[in-house]
């Protein structure tokens, strides 16, 4: 809405006062074939058992099936030590489904495929696993595909005028515009960047 003053058009102000009701987290995964939001969790934390709920819930969708995972690397100040997307835990998981012995992975911290995060990410991004772990460079998690669509679900309805009088509409809101989304909007995201250096 656009406010009209002296014959010019300037930007409607929002008074920044509001009252906070709670806040709660997405984790959820993009079919880039088809578009649909997948096994989203709706919820306050992004623990490692969290993640690892995730995973489990969009595997068991098609337990046959290949699986990739884009991942960013969380490359922040609070995430140098915890890692969701190369805990210890999805690393157990996954051997699991590939039918290593536990045993030969190592002891967290200390040696072996659990050492560090640098060896479970290698670990995960096996490309002869059945799922495989894709962690883009630091700065482009814009090249994840979900990404792109939490920028979606923030414009459409999650942005500044939006207003929930509770956490539990909060978290009903999201789950009726996935549900939405992928009944209505869902397609493939038609990428047309061809890796050409851009100019300046």
Same mark, same amino acid.
Request: glycine fraction near 4%.
């Given at each position: 809405?656009?406010?009209?003053?002296l014959?010019?058009s300037i930007?409607?102000r929002i008074d920044?006062?509001? @009252?906070?009701?709670?806040?709660?987290?997405?984790?959820?995964?993009?079919?880039?074939a088809?578009g649909e939001?997948?096994?989203p969790l709706?919820?306050?934390?992004?623990?490692e @058992?969290?993640?690892?709920?995730?995973?489990?819930?969009?595997v $068991?969708?098609?337990a046959?099936?290949?699986?990739?995972?884009i991942?960013?690397?969380?490359?922040?100040?609070f995430m /140098?030590?915890l890692?969701?997307?190369?805990s210890? +835990?999805?690393?157990?998981f996954?051997?699991g489904?590939e039918?290593? *012995?536990q045993s030969t992975?190592g002891? /967290? *911290? /200390?040696s072996?495929i659990?050492?560090?995060?640098k060896?479970?990410?290698e670990?995960l991004s096996d490309k $002869?696993?059945?799922?495989v772990?894709?962690?883009?460079p /630091?700065?482009c998690s !814009?090249?994840n595909q979900?990404?792109? !669509?939490? $920028?979606?679900i923030?414009r459409r309805?999650?942005?500044k005028? $939006?207003s929930?009088i +509770?956490?539990?509409?909060?978290?009903?809101?999201?789950? *009726?515009?996935i549900h939405?989304?992928?009944?209505?909007?869902?397609k493939?995201?038609k !990428?047309n960047y061809k890796?050409n250096?851009l100019?300046v």
């Open positions: 809405m656009q406010k009209i003053f014959g010019r930007a409607e920044p006062d509001y @009252e906070r009701h709670g806040t709660t987290g997405i984790i959820a995964s993009r079919n880039v088809t939001i997948v096994h709706i919820q306050p934390t992004r623990k @058992e969290d993640y690892l709920a995730h995973i489990d819930g969009v $068991s969708l098609h046959t099936h290949r699986h990739v995972f991942n960013d690397n969380l490359n922040n100040v /140098k030590t890692n969701t997307h190369k210890e +835990s999805l690393v157990r996954i051997a489904i039918g290593i *012995d992975l002891v /967290k *911290d /200390k072996g659990l050492k560090n995060m060896s479970r990410a670990f $002869s696993h059945q799922i772990f894709v962690y883009t /630091k700065h !814009w090249l979900i990404e792109c !669509w939490f $920028s979606i923030t309805l999650l942005n005028r $939006s929930f +509770s956490l539990e509409e909060l978290v009903m809101k999201i789950s *009726d515009f939405y989304y992928n009944q209505f909007l869902k493939p995201f !990428w890796g250096l100019r």
